[in-house]
């Protein structure tokens, strides 16, 4: 099956700092992949969907300029959480599917970002 | 845009019994209905889906059913065992915007004691 890797796994950062989180398909390419926020006990909420070679799309509550996107080729896309602060700390997981107008999602493993 | 809703939120059961676990969507267009497994701390793990040209579908112990005209889809879990207690959500995606985004019902936990 397809496998979407995404690193790191977990960060702990300071109050103010960025973090990159990146989100890679091994076996195909997704001209198209999504980026979800899990707080805890609560279900997965759609942040954006990320375009390769365009602009990001994202939904609607969610600041486009804290949360940075890039989706520069077909295997890699990329979160960066701009002057992060404690109510950032969440479960970030992102997803691709390989494409066509039926498709199975697969997910990345996810990142447990903490601010302190 | 659409919108899942899931129901209940928390379902206990006695190991053995049926579990069963509702989800409704919004958007007609809507085509791809699948159900995730979440473990703490772990990313979804897809169970079973269904596509919106069949109305049920069966996999050893789980199966989903599919009523498009009152947008409602089901996951039923026949006798339940203990390492089935997780929490399960319901999503639904390809309807006029794109597909594999998905959007998730609230998430179900289910308890199932020995």
């Known amino acids: 099956g397809a496998v979407v890797s995404q690193h790191p796994s977990r960060v702990i950062c300071k109050s103010g700092t960025s973090v990159k989180i990146e989100c890679r398909s091994l076996d195909f390419q997704a001209t198209t992949m999504f980026w979800y926020r899990q707080f805890p006990k609560q279900s997965l909420m759609l942040m954006a969907t990320s375009n390769e070679g365009s602009k990001a799309t994202y939904e609607q509550g969610v600041e486009k300029d804290k949360f940075l996107i890039n989706h520069a080729s077909l295997t890699l896309s990329t979160l960066t959480v701009t002057s992060a602060h404690p109510e950032d700390s969440s479960f970030y997981i992102c997803?691709?599917?390989?494409?066509?107008?039926?498709?199975?999602?697969?997910f990345g493993q996810g990142t447990r970002l903490t601010v302190v | 845009g659409e919108n899942v809703e899931q129901h209940p939120s928390t379902l206990s059961v006695q190991e053995g019994d049926s579990a069963v676990i509702k989800c409704t969507y919004s958007?007609?267009?809507?085509?791809?209905f699948p159900w995730y497994k979440q473990e703490l701390g772990k990313r979804p793990q897809l169970i079973i889906d269904i596509r919106s040209n069949v109305g049920e579908k069966k996999d050893q112990r789980i199966a989903v059913t599919l009523n498009k005209t009152a947008k409602h889809f089901s996951l039923h879990i026949t006798e339940t065992q203990p390492e089935d207690s997780a929490v399960y959500f319901c999503a639904a995606s390809g309807g006029s915007s794109n597909t594999g985004k998905l959007i998730f019902g609230q998430g179900t936990t289910l308890q199932v004691k020995p």
């Open positions: 958007d007609s267009a809507s085509n791809y």
């Open positions: 997803s691709a599917s390989p494409g066509g107008k039926y498709t199975e999602a697969f």
